[in-house]
């Protein structure tokens, strides 16, 4: 087992990082790198903040009977699971394009990391007793680069959400602390991995050529309306176990968010994206999209919510 002081010390590396140029152009550009140094920061950041943790050593705290009722009833475990399997075998068949050795390596390790996930929650659900359902076969996509495109943007909405989640059982105390201790550096692994995909896709577009890029725009909008009819379809009770990339963070949101109402649950959600991001270079572009999203709608729902109560 590692000792305590090694833990800490991965887990540092692993949320603070800063990108050290290898040129003097660079050097003299921090805003916007040039794009040969911008695909060795976006890698590099996956690549130097590894956590080594190995789930076959992680010592899961042993649960009161209430505690682990309410971890098994959460309607999450199957699509979570089988989400993770698929990460990673979309993110190798895409790995197989890339010819940068050091871009290739990321996406390699990302890969590694999506399975490390997929054994973490395996090995959870074993020790407390979870009862799964029969995984699916995972299939490699025709298309790898949509099969990355679709990971990557899912992985940006529900890693959002997720770290509202996540924190806001910590505050109610849905998972004891010990639990929440040793779940916490899968949860900071996706805000690297969004983080990385984001970045990837501007260098992406930046160096693809020019007749390319409207193509690639209208794959990207292809990618969202993807996404937004699935999760439409979550929200009229489809079952997610038969999704290709159902949005776990849905079912869960119901059972971990007790009286918390939607404007308060944003609020955290956007506060914690923004700390869990806060630790890397500052040059390295941060998912937006959703972010942006929930900042406009966030006033709606905080009118929403004062006239619930003047009304209760």
Known sequence: MPTPQAIEAAD?????????????????????????????????MLLDTFNPYRPAVIDWPELDEAARTRLINLPIW??????EGRARLRILSYARQVNLPVLREAFELMAFEEGR???VLSRLVEAYGIQLKPE??????KNPEWGFMVTGYSECIDSFFAFGLFELARRSGFFPPELVETFEPVIQEEGRHILFF???IAWHKRTMPLWRRPWFALKTAAVWAYLIRERIGLARDVSAGEKENANFTVDG????????????????????????LAGYDPRLRKPRTVPTLVRLVLPVLRWQARRGRKGG
């Open 198 to 200: 984001v970045n990837w």
């Open 78 to 83: 199957d699509i979570a699971v089988q989400t």
């Open 136 to 141: 699916p076969d995972y299939i490699e996509p």
């Open 12 to 44: 540092r590396a692993a949320r603070y990082w800063r990108y050290e140029p290898t040129s003097a152009q660079a050097a003299r550009q921090p805003a916007v790198p040039p794009p040969n140094e911008q695909v060795v920061m976006l890698s590099r």
């Open 253 to 276: 949101a119901s059972a971990v968010g007790g009286d918390v109402d939607p404007a308060e649950l944003m609020a955290i959600c956007l506060t914690e994206d923004a700390r869990r």
């Open 117 to 119: 996930h997929k054994e």
